[in-house]
């Protein structure tokens, strides 16, 4: 069996042979979401290059995203950002729209507002709003089967696209507009932001305040004020969930992943670990792995 060094990637292309996908999915055929053969890739951790939207319109689907169990109930919808590792627990008596498209695809405006609604959590939708968005997703399928239209990729796209801003519509609704943020909320906002592209280098409070043009200790009043923690929590949390995905995945060697997340001192790296999950990383791995 080849060794496991990394949590896969599916690529858009290659899982569905364009850039741009929608299906109904029912119970009984599920396995064709990938393909025939490659029905056990949703049953394992994996990331996609691609956005995935699921829209649930009959029975229960569980998905594990980040090492967090979630159950979409019918008139849901979830969202899973772009190489967030997820795999499906049950599909149960379920009817699902799935449709998944990459950043070229997506209105420049709609990608911009994807990096702020939180991933992963199901948004329960009003009747009258899964009416509408259930509409737009069967112009969708009918599009997505004409072809030989000398506009197909465009109409297509374009549909696929005003159905994801649908969604982003009705998330953003729940959140509070950027104009009504208070000076910690955008600070916050800007911090976790750099903190997703650095996180794999930057270890220190101070090196996001140095980003950020302000003093450590303002940072962190800005954080703890917006999330109830620290810096160095938001830090070592966001390190400590990439360790747990390549425990849990991968086989690299625990000292294998300490260097490949930046931590030259291993003994160090194991204590950091045991503090933010509870439980040493090879606890961690084998408890998953059971």
């Known amino acids: 069996m080849q ?3 990394a949590i896969p990637v599916n690529s858009m292309t290659a899982e569905f042979g364009t850039d741009i996908f929608i299906r109904n999915v029912v119970s009984a055929d599920f396995y064709l979401y990938e393909g025939l053969e490659k029905f056990n890739n949703l049953k394992e951790s994996h990331r996609d290059e691609y956005h995935l939207f699921c829209l649930q319109s009959e029975g229960t689907t569980t998905i594990e995203i980040d090492f967090k169990q979630y159950v979409i109930a019918p008139s849901s919808v979830v969202f899973i950002r772009q190489n967030q590792v997820h795999r499906i627990l049950e599909f149960k008596n379920a009817t699902v729209s799935m449709w ?63 159905l994801t801003g649908l969604i982003i519509s009705q998330y953003l609704a729940l959140s509070k507009p950027l104009d009504k943020l208070s000076r910690f909320e955008i600070i916050t906002k800007a911090f976790k932001e750099l903190l997703e592209r650095n996180f794999l280098t930057a270890k220190r409070p101070a090196d996001y305040a140095k980003k950020l043009n302000i003093s450590s200790a303002y940072l962190n009043e800005c954080v703890k004020n917006t999330t109830g923690h620290s810096v ?31 931590y030259d001192d291993y003994p160090y790296f194991s204590r950091l670990f045991t503090k933010v999950a509870g439980m040493s990383a090879l606890a961690f791995r084998n408890k998953n792995h059971n």
């Open 232 to 262: 160095s929590h938001q830090i070592q949390q966001r390190v400590i969930l990439e360790a747990k995905r390549l425990l849990y995945y991968s086989d690299k060697s625990v000292k294998e992943i300490a260097t490949d997340l930046g």
């Open 3 to 5: 060794k496991k060094t």
């Open 100 to 162: 998944a498209i990459s950043d070229e695809n997506l209105n420049p405006e709609y990608l911009k507002l994807l990096e702020d609604i939180p991933p992963g959590k199901p948004l329960t939708l009003q009747d009258e709003t899964f009416s509408i968005i259930s509409e737009a997703v069967s112009l969708c399928l009918k599009l997505a089967d004409r072809k030989n239209e000398k506009l197909y990729h465009s109409l297509f796209a374009d549909s696929c696209s005003t």
